[in-house]
């Protein structure tokens, strides 16, 4: 996690420094610092907490210097305090990093047994040491650096400042992204061409292992092994505009809403209305060989792919694994030849996923990459590219890329089917019928906002909270769980409906909310009978349905939340609708911070 910006600039940087870090805030906002030198001295403003906070010390205390580099920070070694915000320095040498020095240990002891003071907690002091102690022996920055990297295990993206060498910069990746950029007689460093957007859109990706030189006279790449490369510059067409939440009062409201604009411009790319067709962007691959399926995901997007495993198996008949991506590596997966990973990410970059990725390739897997932001590096690095275009997400709490990822998914499901001979013309029609209904259904499921809001006080006086749901709506119980405790810190579990009476149902109590997913279709009267074992018990169940399910059992519940009709293909996507404005509502009843809740990033690059 964390984020970085380099500037090797022509004048003052710190405003600029100050805005990259917002663009990348997303990374965490545990801390927030930047250092650049100053008549010969390296010179550093931090602050703990958001980056609102540094924007009032520089306020406060001006930094000078065209040379410097900047941080955000999300806590790995250290609590969030100013002592362990980044930038770290010596009198010599300031550090930015991204990553874990996963043998911080031993070096940190090996620097102590030699006299080094040490200011904090974190793994990042321990390089910028080590840096300077090469510096103090004689040796010039580069040859420093290159002594150095080589000790470093575990991931890191790393921006250094020098003090006698205030007209150079130089990066260092592994395991974590860092980019080039090059301006007008400036270039930079960043954690993604998104914080570099204002500045430039010529961008080079480095490599793993890569580490980088700016200077004056010129940029010069070098490979893990310390030879010279040279990395395409490219167009990042990323947008320097900052996102802005509209009327709405957060971001994430903002892209609850937007949902019915984008899910329909991300079923454009994948239907093909009048020849009721539903296809990929990667005509040139033959699904028909697929034998299995692995989905790798974390989070919300995991729970996207559980959805999806659903429907692959259902219309394709193909078998599918599903893992989380920190599982997924360290339990010696087997994979079939001629298999399909399909990797699942808003950001692209969440260093599980990417991980596990990696991990496949080297298996032999095809890839194929289900990802919103199209310049990340699991978009770069998958063989096949699914993209969603839900635009940026902002907001922590994952809403509108989970409803765009289940689009594709379902376009993949169908594709697949098709591929293997299980749906006809007639049926590949009907489901593209029903994804188009689902921009209109879930403007329909928004109309539901202000009941949701009434009910959202019953559930924020509770301390625990239970969703129960069967079939596709079993990840959406998880889903809606995950949404409640990351936004409104009540603790809260999604259960298969099913499984209540096999353990949790002893949780149950009249303190003890129950939110029950349960569209009318197929698997509806089961999951009424284990929403009534809960009510036999005192359980208060909130019933979300469709009018006939809600007539059919929405007696003795404490609210009901009525949906449009949704035919069981699309229901996944349209009830993800009300489980994120409950867990909205609840948490803005409770005052939390919801875009920026607490412990939390949007994008998770730490293993
Ligand atoms: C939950 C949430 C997270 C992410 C997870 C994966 O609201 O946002 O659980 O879904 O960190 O992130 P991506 O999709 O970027 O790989």
């Known amino acids: 996690m964390c984020g970085i910006v380099g500037i090797l600039g022509k004048d003052d940087v710190a405003d600029r420094l100050l805005d990259g870090l917002k663009r990348l805030e997303y990374r965490g906002y545990d801390s927030a610092g930047i250092a650049t030198v100053v008549d010969g001295a390296i010179e550093r403003r931090r602050a703990s907490g958001k980056l609102v906070n540094l924007g009032k010390v520089l306020a406060a205390e001006p930094l000078a210097g065209v040379t410097g580099i900047a941080h955000t920070r999300w806590a790995t070694h250290g609590g969030p305090t100013t002592n362990n915000a980044h930038p770290h320095a010596t009198d010599r040498v300031a550090l930015v990093h991204n990553g874990i020095i996963e043998n911080f240990k031993p070096l940190r002891e090996e620097l102590l047994a030699r006299g080094r003071k040490l200011e904090s907690q974190t793994d990042t002091e321990i390089v910028c040491h080590l840096v300077s102690e090469q510096i103090e022996a004689g040796l010039d920055p580069v040859e420093a650096v290159k002594v150095v990297l080589p000790r470093l295990h575990g991931a890191f993206a790393l921006a250094i400042l ?6 150079m910069l130089i990066g260092a990746r592994l395991g974590s992204p860092l980019v080039v950029g090059y301006g007008d007689g400036e270039t930079y460093l960043g954690s993604d061409a998104l914080a570099l957007a204002p500045l430039t859109q010529r961008i080079s990706y480095l490599d793993e ?3 980088v030189v700016l200077t004056r006279g010129g940029t010069q790449v070098y490979d893990q092994a310390n030879n010279p490369v040279e990395r395409a510059i490219v167009n ?12 709405h009062r957060h971001f994430m409201a903002k892209e609850i809403y937007e949902q019915p604009i984008v899910v329909a411009q991300t079923l454009r790319a994948y239907l093909q209305r009048l020849e009721d067709k539903v296809t990929l962007p990667i005509p040139d691959f033959d699904l028909s060989v697929i034998k299995r399926v692995t989905i790798v995901a974390c989070g919300t997007s995991y729970y ?8 692959f198996e259902q219309f394709a008949r193909v078998a599918v694994d599903i893992d989380v991506a920190s599982e997924f590596r360290y339990r010696a997966p087997v994979m079939e030849d001629g298999g399909l990973m399909i990797v699942i990410s808003q950001s692209g970059e969440t260093a599980d996923t990417l991980a596990a990725l990696r991990h496949a390739k080297a298996e032999g897997q095809t890839i194929a990459a289900v990802v919103n932001v199209p310049t990340s590096t699991m978009a770069r690095e998958a063989d096949l590219l699914l993209p969603t275009h839900a635009g940026p997400e902002i907001g922590v709490a994952s809403t509108k890329a989970f409803t765009c990822q289940l689009a594709v998914l379902a376009a993949l499901a169908a594709n697949l089917a098709k591929a293997k001979g299980r749906m006809t013309p007639e049926e590949e029609k009907a489901i593209v019928a029903h994804l188009a209904e689902v921009p209109a259904a879930l403007n329909d499921a928004l109309g539901r906002d202000e009941a949701i809001e009434a ?17 596709t709506d079993y990840p959406l119980a998880l889903e809606g769980a995950l949404k409640l405790k990351e936004i409104s810190y009540i603790h809260a579990e999604g259960y298969a409906a099913g499984e209540m009476k096999h353990g949790p149902i002893a949780l149950i109590d009249e303190h003890v909310p129950v939110i029950v997913i349960a569209p009318s279709g197929p698997l509806f009267e089961k999951t009424v009978s284990n929403m009534q074992e809960v009510q036999a018990r005192g359980g208060k169940v909130v019933l979300i349905s469709d009018a006939e399910g809600i007539a059919a059992a929405g007696e003795g519940c404490i609210a009901t ?15 993800a609708v009300p489980v994120q404005l409950l867990a909205y509502h609840v948490a803005v009843a409770k005052g939390t911070d919801v875009d920026q809740p607490r412990n939390l990033a949007k994008s998770v690059t730490v293993e």
């Open 162 to 167: 020098f003090r006698d060498h205030p007209d």
């Open 209 to 211: 292992g890569d580490w």
């Open 236 to 247: 990042s067409g990323a947008s320097g505009q900052l996102i802005d939440k509209g009327n």
């Open 304 to 311: 996207a792919g559980m959805v999806a495993k659903y429907w």
């Open 455 to 471: 009910m959202a006080g019953a559930v924020a006086v509770a301390r625990d909270v239970l969703y129960l749901g069967r079939g």
């Open 561 to 575: 939340i009525e949906m449009p009709k949704a035919h069981p293909l699309i229901a996944p996507i349209v009830y």
